[in-house]
């Protein structure tokens, strides 16, 4: 069974950190692409940050760079996101995101969201 379980999100002060994780399980994580998204209320789903594979190369939102570091850990089939410097407008539920392309087919993975809220 696939699965992409996000946790780490919660309540931060304007200028705190989070680390939110992503643990994935029941495909071969090493072989897709992660990514990061955010959705706030009444907005679109945006990308925020992506690791690709095998390079590692990494992008991020312009929101975000400098920022937001996206790591992941193969071992343990886990992606990262570690966020710091937070700011009121970073308010959003984040998405976990997994792909692989293997044309024609194109496989991709959600996990739930997980909230994070930054207000004092």
């Known amino acids: 069974q696939v699965q992409l379980v996000e946790s780490g999100g919660g309540l931060v002060q304007p200028g705190g950190s989070l680390r939110l994780s992503c643990a994935a399980s029941?495909?071969?994580?090493?072989?897709?692409?992660t990514s990061w998204y955010r959705q706030a209320p009444g907005k679109e789903r945006e990308l925020v940050a992506a690791?690709?594979?095998?390079?590692?190369?990494?992008n991020y939102a312009d929101s975000v760079k400098g920022r937001f570091t996206i790591s992941r850990d193969n071992a343990v089939n886990t992606v990262y996101l570690q966020m710091n410097s937070l700011k009121p407008e970073d308010t959003a539920v984040y998405y976990c995101n997994a792909v692989h392309r293997l044309l024609p087919a194109i496989y991709a993975y959600w996990g739930q969201g997980t909230q994070v809220t930054v207000s004092s």
């Open positions: 029941g495909f071969t994580f090493s072989n897709y692409a």
């Open positions: 690791v690709r594979v095998p390079t590692g190369s990494t």
